[in-house]
């Protein structure tokens, strides 16, 4: 199919004709089998059943679509002139299966979705949902690769490393730890940037020091500034495994670039810091799966976040884009 | 054809899971041979340049079709256990093609999209958009059944019979002047219902009243009855054509219910009124047309102008699908 | 001057053309020798220092005369094609002067300016602003007419006829108690309609009951219907006093209908109702001065309110013009 | 203790001073022993884990207490002058323990709470929270009264008697069908009012009419009016068992009147309608349990919606007292 | 002239008082014989007929305007202490015609107020409205000094060059590529600063270097810093033509800073930046005419956006005083 | 006490179980006798009679407590792990008595409950509330400490020196120039941060310069750096009084970050730039009263200000825990 597709518009129509449109336009695979050649794969994960404060989240993969507003076919990037479309096969993968009010069987559905992508030679791209869904992420990418074989790269408020919360194991507070001790991932991988606020208490960051995690407070990027702490969190993880799983919870943004998520913590990176800051991870690291997430519209002004969410993962997909074009250059 | 059809969704999950529904999950039908059988077509019209007020229309069909929150395949009326899809075969024939800042091409387009589908033997029930898409309807029915050969029935809070809208002809405020001035439409044809404010002007009523049309204000429903009013209605339309172009202009609602508009006028419908007026106007007259114009989702509140929206047209459908079925249990 | 009066405005522009617009786009007046002829003097009263609980009604006024979307000159009444400013002549006499944070002060203006409406034989329909205007207002009515010259109609959920609200003699929930206690007000010629809630106490209706107060509360309609009670009203009032204060306060309505008020109570009267109610009692009682008071823009929706209240303001308008007009008619 | 309990009030202070405050001002008592002599205990369900559409029920029961702007000890109703304070103690008894993420163990930590009221001889009001919480009501209650102990009166748009709502057994569509299948309810003892939309399907309502509940439609009200349908359902329940449990979402109100909900209907009862209703309902029968669910902040406007529900819950417990009131007058 | 100039007010009033203000309160001057000693007449364009995505920028002008709080009769810039009203005569020249539906004829319109305007020897600053009232801008001004007399700096997110926006030649897309092909600008002589996203592709860019224009994206920015950028533009422009129109898009600004917007996108300037920025060009360049544009008011929260805007304008009259200023003392 | 302090709830719930929580879960304590060995006590103050523009900040406290969002007894800086709990004693004293409609009623009820906590050797940290409680607080000091015994540092769009705003002396615009005039403060002593706009006027300045006052702009922080502008403000005031008054209107931020507030002013600090500058001048300067005043919550979006208020005063907290941390470490 060539490039954008919406539903049930005609003709040369902007972005609000018609019953929706994919991500950024791209064509509807529904089906493993369309996989085929298939670089990166967008999956929507609409359920925000792990969320402990504000829910809504469930709202977030249609309203991040919606973002999009554009009616041709490329995205490129106007710095640049990069198109990550072309050079990349994206496709929308659409959203798992979801059952409302039962969040251990949406993580069954979306980690059969992402086995079949893996599978399939391709990067998922999903599109949250609330932030537990990184464990069946976490989950998968180890049956794939084993636990050592990726490191994480996290954009977040929080460490989401908690033990429980509210005396609840699965939930949007705890992946990073559950995936840990159940064994899918090593914290000595994982690096962690722009964490602030109060949460999690003394004895989660004791563990998380055991662990072997890393993280960057957004009070060491006020002082050292955003590139070198990015400096050390690419060094750490690029020597730690060959690939990488980048995901962002939407919240790492300061409250006024991001009001629609369901627990904001003011003093957060702007929108301009968050897109190049993962234009360049994405260029500099191999990304074997990434994820935006914990987008509330329900909060939402304006559909300002669901908008940075959408431009984030366009971000990553042009960082992604430029690493391959200069590799295929370097290879040239 | 099985059932719900929303795009990009997996098993059996809720109506936020997805790209993007259908009308009431209706069949994706957008080429004109796929019209074949089909007894109503749902189009939306997402433009609002004839707007003289608050914008935002254009941003209608889209609202509309997202208020279906059902995961089922049918709709079947509570009250009477009537489903319309049990006894139609409705489908939604996607957005006409619209032209941002170009009303006229706007309209063109969807006078070509109502021209194939009334061809094909089946009711269009546009969702609008902008009131002016009534010019084009009218001009599409005149044509296919001849100025005489179809009546109007309109609920409005506006006669929308102006001459000019702020010296312009084409506008959402003079759609049935100039049908009748074009020659589309004959007023001693169309009945209007649920008049109220100060708009238009005593010379446009005289117009109104030398062109032959009826009207019932909102002060003689509440002094005679919403029923005794439609009698009349119905009578003098049901003597008057064969077949009946039913509009429906939200903000013929009370604001309470219906905010979410371009025009509101305090003093209105409940939605429980309108919605059995226009249960029983469908199922005592022969639809061959029929639209419900001007959801402004920006000025709505929690989306009630466009969840109310979507009732009214499926209780449009459930009105003709009474009328169908008890005129096939006559037959027998 | 002609009819429409809106500031910055070319031609035949829209009403959200310009700078702003008089109350429905009457001459402004502001000086008292220009009230020579004048039969109506709308006045702004923007402030609300005497609010107990959700603030800002200040931006009343302003919001109300907003609300009207008219570009031409007549307001003529759709039912009856009676145009109050073809009756009278009102004009837009502009807000009184305000002191944020003196509520004395702002009621020391306000009844400047009511007094020199009153002495140039206009009838005052004021804007507000907190419901505490009606003490002024009271006060000069009664410097004009003695204190039995005159009644009251008043709409609303609340009596306002506590001694005191946490303390403090001068607020929003006293003026009709310490009117009646300063000898502004005899409550034997005072009605009040809508009254439900739980606000205030038995205290204060046994004084109401001995200052003499009628009141119909909204039980009272629910059972005997609202016009019989209007019946009942309009019949004590009439044999009470030769003119009539009458003043609404928009929480009469229900929360659906009017949202933006600082002290909403569910279970009111809808905007068809009311408005009907008004414009009965405005033609069947004669009007010496009114006014419109508590809309809060700051918790209002869509503008719902703001536009309800000016349309209150316009049915007064249209009641006591249909009275003009048959006495007129009478005469002759 | 003495009437109104605000923390952190100091003085006689407004009701947005302080911490916030209980149900309409009153005891906080959090431990079971200090249930003895209580008639009625108020406790909030703050979950909505259940939710399949929109949630944020969980932020209901905070809300509904917030809307209580008053500041005395009584809430005296104003048509009749009966105070539910004088007649009954009433107490706030907290929230239940709520564990996010976990619809069970939350439902387990209400059925405690329950458990402890009614050993106390005391009626639960419980503040929802979404609608699951009817199951571990009725579960309760049928072990304390016995499955044919008690019957149901339910007002809601939605009948929640699906046997799974994707794929979901423990919902909040589905109480009532788990209730009647768990043996904790009699369908045959239970009534609803106010059903309409398209929702539950066919199959769902042949499984109600086998397992002998009665409904009554908005369509029914519309046509009969809804004071005899309320002959019907209280003659129906008061046959079928000695007390009742009531049991309102706020949804059967139409979305004009509670857009702060989960999953609205247009075209549903006013709150003038329901609020009459309630205080019959209450007054008729004898309620051993009552509950308000469904209040979603987040999609009120406002605070509309929430403050129906505090109303709700007045006019409920001001029916009971006015059948205590006359039940004692007659033993006199 | 006595300093304020609001309209309906009484006394020495706060900003809500009375029926709307002109631009920072400057006096009303709506006849062309007024402009006679003008240095700048602000103007509104309150249409938006020319907006693909989002629309409502016609209550642009209206919202500017009331954004001004104050009541005195100065803005003396307060790091400063130069305030522009002091140093220039500034009026409030009321809007232009507007005629919805029918933009061509409302670029009439403002066509011709611009042209009095620069005939009486003052500098428009107009208001937006869409960003399609550049096209009427460019012609006007090549009129007066012919297309190579002036120059343009742009402050925007988009380009607007593209050559059609879904087919339609006259939008808010497109009018600096229409200007240039109908010979009323010369590329050479503009300079765009701000661009960010993935609009227009890369023909336009290709358009846009062929036919001369500079632009600085916000990577540019990020990478060599605001002032270093404005060195660059200001030095281009000052070298290509005596006189510099100064165009602002407030969507330049990021979401956060500006969410009421019909195009926002993530990523860009914080009002404190571009406050600088145009009080920086604005001195350094003779301005000989100016807008800010693209204020879309029913998507704005807490009128931010609007303020934002007002305070963008004062400061463009700032740079435009402090340049008189220092010219003066130069003189002397 | 152990740990936190929320109402009506039961067991290990999140935030939003529960009728309503102190500041940070802290310990409630009304009676003066209960603060002995109290550090920190936090007061809320709910009124906004002194505002001259958007009124709501009477919702501030509540709307500030409600912000916490945490279960955990403890509030460990992330960056530092210093938890302001362990170190200092801090409790909530709830709000002071409110009397609406008369300001000078609630400012004596202020200014009693801070002596109280004065005597009692507590730093009273207050919750506004309008700006206009400077004026008691500062009374209180100079009584405690003496005109000359304590210094102030102003965060602030606005400088709130004006002599009067419209006629009225006691406003949240003139506490400065009142507690100068009155005797309470020496202006030397005060050093004002942030200010920007075109308020107040020339003349006040003049004033302030004479009083002795010193002040920083946006643009002076712009130009230098905000680090450099407080090493001269902390340098300033360490040597004009050995203890500090730190006041902190939330207008200083930038609308973006801060939208809920009564005059916003854009171009302000970030968050992250302010939340930083009070944990640095609240370690480098010994505190002795502090407050977060015009948090208005009715203008608020998705409740960013009323968060950003709630951690500013943790992070005054966290300054002065950092402070007695290091000087205890300083005295072993």
Do not use: K
Not at 92 to 118: F, I, M, N, W, Y
Request: aromatic share 6%.
């Amino acid at each position: 199919m060539e490039g954008s597709q919406r539903f049930g518009v005609r003709g040369d129509s902007p972005g609000h004709a018609g019953i929706g449109g994919t991500f950024a336009g791209r064509r509807l695979v529904l089906d493993a089998e369309g996989l085929e050649g298939v670089d990166v794969a967008v999956v929507g994960a609409p359920f925000d059943d792990g969320t402990s404060n504000r829910p809504g989240a469930r709202f977030g993969p249609r309203a991040i679509r919606a973002a999009d507003d554009g009616g041709h076919a490329g995205r490129p990037h106007l710095g640049t002139g990069l198109d990550p479309f072309a050079v990349f096969e994206v496709i929308d993968h659409g959203d798992c299966t979801v059952a409302p009010a039962d969040l251990e069987r949406s993580h069954e559905h979306l980690a059969d979705v992402l086995r079949s992508v893996l599978a399939a030679g391709a990067v998922p791209l999903v599109l949250g949902g609330d932030h537990s869904l990184s464990l069946p992420t976490l989950r998968v990418l180890s049956e794939r690769y084993g636990r050592d074989g990726y490191a994480v790269v996290h954009f977040d408020t929080h460490a989401d490393t908690a033990a429980e919360l509210y005396g609840v194991r699965i939930s949007h507070g705890t992946p990073f730890r559950v995936a840990v001790e159940e064994g899918y991932l090593d914290g000595r991988r994982a690096v962690q940037i722009g964490l602030r606020g109060t949460w999690p208490g003394p004895d989660d960051f004791t563990w998380m020091r055991e662990a072997g995690f890393r993280w960057h407070t957004m009070d060491e990027i006020e002082e050292r500034g955003l590139h070198r702490v990015l400096d050390d969190a690419i060094a750490h993880v690029a020597g730690a495994a060959p690939r990488v799983y980048l995901t962002v919870d939407v919240d790492v943004l300061d409250p006024a670039f991001a009001p629609g998520t369901g627990t904001p913590e003011p003093g957060g990176l702007s929108t301009r810091e968050l897109r190049g800051a993962l234009r360049r991870v994405a260029s500099e690291l191999e990304i074997c799966a990434a994820d935006v997430v914990e987008v509330c519209p329900p909060f939402d002004v304006a559909g300002i976040t669901a908008l940075a969410a959408e431009r984030i993962a366009l971000d990553i997909l042009t960082g992604m884009a430029s690493r391959r074009a200069s590799s295929s250059a370097g290879r040239r």
